[in-house]
């Protein structure tokens, strides 16, 4: 199983940016996939995370801003970017939890290659 980030860039403060990430294999099912951001000398911190039946949880800093959004069918996971702020700047990872692959009864956790957003004028 891969995930496949994209959507990452430079903007400026107040702009917008939308993230898609795409898993890939043999997958059966997909319970959780979200964000994840790590700024340089930070811990990786929960950006916001979906679940299958639509269940969302938004970090603090980030409620009223992002948005995000799942397509099941396609196993891929947007986040939707609004009002963004110079704090905003990291390396978005995306992640996949509670993966089942097909004639695999057991749970997995794949992390993405991360994509970099940076929010500067």
């Known amino acids: 199983v891969q995930l496949q980030a994209s959507g990452g860039g430079l903007v400026q403060p107040g702009g917008s940016l939308r993230l898609s990430c795409v898993a890939s294999g043999n997958i059966f099912s997909i319970n ?14 929960l950006v ?3 679940t299958s039946g639509g269940n ?22 947007y986040l939707q970017m ?4 110079p704090e905003d700047t990291a390396v978005y990872y995306c992640n996949a939890n509670g993966v089942i692959r097909v004639g695999n009864p057991h749970e997995y956790l794949y992390w993405g290659q991360g994509t970099q957003v940076t929010v500067s004028s």
Do not use: H
Not at 32 to 45: F, H, I, L, T
Not at 82 to 85: G, V
């Open 48 to 50: 916001a995370v979906t």
């Open 56 to 77: 969302t949880n938004y970090a603090d800093s980030v409620k009223g801003r992002f948005s995000i959004s799942r397509d099941n069918a396609k196993n891929t996971v």
């Open 82 to 85: 609004n009002s963004l702020k």
């Open 32 to 45: 959780v996939m979200g964000w994840y951001r790590q700024a340089p000398g930070k811990q990786r911190e």
